[in-house]
């Protein structure tokens, strides 16, 4: 058969079976009896049944339509069998959204996002992985989750990203340290040439300052730490210098623990995004968190 027959034209069946006409099985339909009668035209060529008895007084099953409408009550019932499941499913997946951001982001913006969030989609819950840009990159292309926030100067291919926000990266040191008493702005070749206490390879923020430093002369770091907490901790304790958000050093600053030191000749402003696959729009609570994400 080179055509299936559409579900409304056996439900049309079905009912001229049920109701006792075709009369009353148009206006259960909410269609006029001409428009009816044409479409189980249709169904009989379709089919190469006649379905109908046609006569002065009414329309009503013959024989060989009411095989067929038995049959078609059974498809029928298969039908609201596949939209019951799909919209069990589509309940399922809308009460849990998987999320990954990356650690600064996910330190200091997520919880805020998350708390407006909770209050408009209180049934839905929320799975957030923390990683460094790379890893968000990767399992959002993996498709092991729906959203992903990064702070990483680009975006790969297969990814759609949308701005949410920037921030800057601040050169700080402990207190006492030379660079607390210059009287003219740190230059960037000179932050470059020095060992510095940094972030390791796949974060945002060591992304952001290799690409900065693109063009000077880089030195080794003088240590390479997982996370924002270890990188302070060594700063304060006056390993060296070091480079990362003013959003993860803003209570240091604020209580002198760590200095922040002017600098000049290169720019460690970054964009953060909102990253998810190419080629899938996103809805629901995805769709409200990216909303609220992207909220000035």
């Given amino acids: 058969m ?6 409304d034209s056996l439900k049309l069946l079905v009912d001229v079976g049920e109701l006792g006409s075709l009369g009353q099985a148009a206006r259960a339909a909410g269609i006029a009896q001409p428009s009816a009668s044409k ?3 249709r169904l009989e060529r379709r089919l190469g049944l006649p379905l109908l008895e046609r006569t002065p007084r009414g329309s009503t099953l013959t024989a060989e339509g009411r095989m067929v409408a038995g049959w078609a009550s059974s498809v029928l019932a298969a039908a609201r069998e596949l939209m019951r499941g799909a919209a069990a499913v589509r309940h399922g997946e809308a009460a849990h959204l998987r999320v990954a951001a990356s650690m600064t982001v996910a330190e ?4 805020r996002w998350l708390a407006e ?12 992985d923390v990683a460094n840009s790379a890893e968000v990159i990767a399992r959002v292309l993996a498709g092991e989750v729906e959203l992903g926030f990064v702070e990483g100067p680009s975006v790969p291919e297969g990814l759609t990203s949308r701005v949410v926000g920037t921030d800057r990266l601040a050169v700080v040191v402990a207190e006492g340290h030379p660079w607390t008493r210059r009287r003219t702005a740190l230059r960037g070749v000179e932050l470059a ?4 206490v940094v972030r390791e390879r796949g974060s945002g923020t060591r992304d952001t300052l290799d690409r ?13 730490l997982g996370s924002n907490s270890a990188v302070k901790g060594a700063a304060q304790a006056g390993a060296a210098p070091a480079v990362l958000s003013t959003y993860a050093v803003e209570a240091e600053l604020a209580t002198g623990r760590l200095v922040e030191v002017p600098l000049t000749g290169v720019n460690l402003v970054r964009a953060l995004r909102a990253v998810w696959r190419r080629g899938r729009a996103l809805t629901g609570p995805a769709a409200t968190l990216l909303a609220i994400a992207s909220r000035p």
């Fill in 2 to 7: 080179s055509e299936w027959p559409d579900l």
């Fill in 39 to 41: 479409r189980l035209a």
């Fill in 212 to 224: 900065a430093f693109n063009g000077f002369h880089q030195a080794s770091p003088r240590l390479e």
């Fill in 108 to 111: 200091y913006l997520v919880p």
């Fill in 193 to 196: 040439a020095t060992p510095l």
């Fill in 117 to 128: 969030f909770q209050e408009r989609e209180p049934d839905v819950q929320v799975g957030l």
